[in-house]
């Protein structure tokens, strides 16, 4: 299953192409950005290509690209991620500097989870974030999440390791 195109307030919420490499490269190249990110700092344009082609093979990756109704400009991504391992479901998102603290993260994710218990049978959703990442506390916070368990978690690359959190959110009426 193909991502759809959803809308919420102040974004639209598409499926990505490799027409967006240049504003992947906005964020994934924003060494501000990526600090507490899992993947390496993109030292290129190019190293967005492997990500793209292999964001809809996996029907357990929801991904999308924040797109600002207001520019037209893609901002940012993120989605929703089975584990079935685990059965449960996390989120994961990125957004450019420029567009931090406008709680345009908290209202693409609480779409797209919308959109994911509409869709698929979603219990449980998670999500994980360096101790130190604020902001991403923030988000969850914000999408009714609270605290779960301490871990770490490590950039794909082994190039750092951080202390972590996992908070989640249970939902009743399932």
Same mark, same amino acid.
């Given at each position: ?34 600090? #507490?990110? /899992?993947?390496?700092? &993109?030292? !290129?344009?190019?190293?967005?290509? %492997?990500? *793209? ?39 994961? #998102?990125? /957004?450019?500097?420029? &567009?931090? !603290?406008?709680?345009?993260?908290? %209202?693409? *994710? ?65």
């Amino acid at each position: 299953m193909t991502v759809p195109t959803l809308e919420s307030e102040r974004l639209i919420l598409r499926p990505i192409t490799m027409d967006d490499l240049d504003a992947i490269f906005k964020w994934a190249g924003d060494p501000r950005v990526n600090k #507490y990110m /899992i993947y390496p700092l &993109y030292k !290129n344009k190019e190293e967005g290509r %492997e990500w *793209i082609e292999s964001l809809y093979q996996d029907d357990d990756k929801k991904d999308f690209g924040f797109v600002l109704k207001e520019t037209g400009e893609l901002i940012g991504s993120g989605g929703i991620y089975y584990h079935p391992d685990r059965k449960v479901w996390s989120v994961g #998102y990125n /957004i450019c500097y420029d &567009y931090w !603290n406008r709680g345009l993260v908290t %209202e693409a *994710i609480s779409r797209i989870i919308e959109w994911g218990r509409e869709s698929f049978d979603i219990k449980e959703i998670a999500g994980t974030f360096a101790i130190e990442n604020i902001g991403s506390r923030r988000v969850m916070e914000k999408l009714g999440m609270t605290y779960l368990e301490d871990h770490d978690y490590s950039k794909l690359d082994g190039s750092e390791t951080f202390k972590a959190k996992t908070y989640h959110k249970i939902f009743k009426d399932n």
